[in-house]
């Protein structure tokens, strides 16, 4: 159980282009999801805090205007990364909280990002 | 704000052995959660161990083990009878659930390499 997907693994776009990446709890309820971006060999950076059907909480230093965050259902949120730039280029990792039980965030296998 | 430190970037232990990673952390919450998260080459995040703060007894998952000490703020992980397979990045993580916001903070990460 806990599983969480990610889509798609690994994206290459032209800069100014928008990319939209998806991220899906498939056997529970997440009524919470976080977004996360990661660079080589570095830790977390926890991006924003999506919430089912209200807008999304972003971390300072944060533009929310160019990464938009859509929190549609309790299995489905969505990061779009508008307007791309080489400098947005990372992987991205989504969790979900799963709010039963033991009230753990779950990952998933995360999305590597590369804008030419 | 809740701080993680891992003060070991890297270690490396032989097949079999006993290894200990270390991680302490500050913070002014009374109720939280712990995690170690560990990140293999295929980027995926997986959880290892959780421990509830309330919780006085030390948590355990089969191989791995923790030593939780709250009063000194550590949260070390030992993983005992190594396998190559538990070669990775391994994240400590704090996470404090409340109606203001849910989020974990991370360690910086300790690079584990179990030698054959």
């Known amino acids: 159980g806990a599983v969480v997907s990610q889509h798609p693994s690994r994206v290459i776009c032209k800069s100014g282009t928008s990319v939209k990446i998806e991220c899906r709890s498939l056997d529970f309820q997440a009524t919470t999801m976080f977004w996360y971006r990661q660079f080589p060999k570095q830790s977390l950076m926890l991006m924003a805090t999506s919430n089912e059907g209200s807008k999304a909480t972003y971390e300072q230093g944060v533009e929310k205007d160019k990464f938009l965050i859509n929190h549609a259902s309790l299995t489905l949120s969505t990061l779009t990364v508008t307007s791309a730039h080489p400098e947005d280029s990372s992987f991205y990792i989504c969790?979900?909280?799963?709010?039963?039980?033991?009230?753990?965030?779950?990952f998933g296998p995360g999305t590597r990002l590369t804008v030419l | 704000a809740q701080t993680v430190t891992q003060s070991q970037p890297e270690m490396s232990v032989q097949e079999a052995e006993t290894v200990t990673l270390s991680c302490t952390y500050d913070?002014?919450?009374?109720?939280?959660?712990l995690f170690w998260y560990k990140q293999p080459p295929s980027r995926q995040m997986i959880l290892v161990i959780r421990?509830?703060?309330?919780?006085?007894q030390n948590a355990t998952e089969n191989r791995f083990s923790v030593n939780f000490q709250k009063a000194a703020k550590s949260f070390s992980l030992k993983i005992s009878d190594s396998q190559l397979g538990d070669t990775a990045m391994y994240f400590c993580?704090?996470?404090?659930?409340?109606?203001?916001?849910?989020?974990?903070?991370f360690g910086e990460g300790t690079q584990l390499t179990v030698n054959p």
């Open positions: 969790s979900a909280r799963d709010g039963s039980g033991l009230d753990t965030q779950y």
């Open positions: 993580a704090f996470g404090v659930w409340g109606t203001s916001g849910s989020r974990l903070t």
């Open positions: 421990q509830e703060a309330y919780k006085q």
């Open positions: 913070t002014s919450e009374s109720n939280y959660y």
